[in-house]
């Protein structure tokens, strides 16, 4: 499994007050990772579920209740020179602050995010917890390599009444991931909306993932890998997979992929790729793309975010329509840029990577 829950041992937690954001770093009870990995599954499962469990939290609250959460995803690489370093974290505190804006909650400060995510990896690092670097992963251009998943979220405070939080904490979890899919993946096209006009779509909320979730489910039980979503009033323009951004290169030799609006979630991968593609001299529009052109006029596609990389589409069903595209080629040039310049082996003008050890 991709995402396992085994969460590292150090966790930062800050919390909101009048006073403003007090932070702390909680070192969870654990082993070292070599007792941890020698542990029969009983023991293991009941030491990871003590990591997991706050008896000082509370469970009645306007997040587990009325959905009133956010939460980030972002990666820490051990690099090819022996060093870790985390993937744009400034770009997840802004989005992290504006999604914590978005739902009326204090938003967290951006410096204090970048600063809790080194501190917090570079902690567990330390205990031995993140992944090291292996020559091994160069061969198949890192699809297999691991990594470091840094999870900040916002909890709000206790309560029962419809109510805004307006004192929430904020917390950092990491765990190790492997590959999240392997390969190229069916599509198909879901009559579900993920996200509406005027709603929060553009925010990374915990409650947007409901409905992405039981899409996403209803496509893997009809015989396919991933879903993709349309617009909800014209139902004409695609607009995201199940939890990720989407390209369409067309035949044309244009890069397109749907323009940001209230409804799509500004991806960090999708704002890179679209970067790195230009650097190679190709054509990418943000703009409306229909499913009739994806489905007619594509020749590669492919959905990106934090937890895929660049994952090539192969075939895209919608209305008993079945358009089938090439991977391997412009999806695979990609894949080896970011992963590249993530990994250590292509070196980072961009200065997108923030060094932890
Ligand atoms: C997180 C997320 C993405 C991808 O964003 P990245 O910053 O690239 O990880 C895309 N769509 C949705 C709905 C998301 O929640």
């Known amino acids: 499994m ?5 969460s590292f041992p150090v966790v930062y937690r800050a919390k909101h007050s009048e006073e403003g954001w007090r932070d702390e770093y909680l070192e969870r009870p654990h082993g070292t990772p070599e007792e941890e990995a020698a542990m029969d599954a009983a023991r293991r499962e009941a030491l990871e579920e003590a990591r997991n469990c706050y008896a000082d ?10 959905g009133l959460g956010c939460f980030e995803g972002l990666k820490a690489f051990p690099r090819k020179d022996g060093s870790l370093a985390i993937f744009r974290p400034e770009m997840n505190a802004a989005r992290f602050a504006r999604s914590m804006a978005g739902l009326r909650m204090p938003p967290f400060p951006e410096a204090d995010f970048t600063l809790a995510c080194v501190e917090m990896v570079r902690r567990n690092a330390k205990l031995g ?12 251009t890192f699809a297999s390599a691991e990594a470091g998943y840094i999870r900040p979220f916002a909890v709000a405070e206790g309560g029962i ?74 139902r004409k323009y695609v607009e995201e ?25 500004p991806g960090i991968t999708r704002a ?20 009739e052109e994806a489905m007619d006029e594509t020749a590669e596609c492919f ?33 080896a840029a970011i992963k590249g310049i993530q990994y250590g082996a292509v070196p980072d003008t961009k200065g997108w990577m923030t060094q932890v050890l």
Request: with cysteine.
């Open 2 to 6: 991709a995402f396992t829950l085994n």
């Open 57 to 66: 939290m509370p469970l009645l609250n306007y997040t587990t209740q009325y």
């Open 129 to 140: 917890f993140l992944p090291r670097y292996n020559p091994a992963w160069e061969k198949d």
């Open 161 to 234: 009444g419809v109510n805004l939080s307006r004192h929430p904490w904020v917390m950092m979890v990491a765990t190790r991931v492997g590959a999240y899919f392997s390969g190229a993946s069916d599509a198909v096209v879901t009559n579900r909306f993920r996200a509406t006009p005027n709603g929060t779509g553009w925010i990374k909320a915990a409650s947007n993932y409901a409905i992405a979730t039981l899409a996403k489910s209803e496509a893997i039980d009809a015989g396919f890998m991933e879903c993709v979503f349309l617009d909800s009033t014209e």
């Open 241 to 265: 997979g199940s939890s990720c951004n989407i390209f369409f290169y067309l035949k044309s030799g244009e890069l397109a992929t749907p323009a940001l609006g209230d409804t799509i979630l």
């Open 272 to 291: 890179s790729i679209i970067e790195l593609a230009r650097d190679m001299g190709i054509t990418v529009n943000e703009r409306k793309v229909s499913i």
């Open 303 to 335: 959905v990106c975010g934090t937890a895929a990389g660049a994952v090539p589409i192969s075939s895209l069903t919608w209305n008993g329509r079945k358009a089938a595209f090439a991977s391997g080629g412009l999806s695979a040039q990609i894949q």
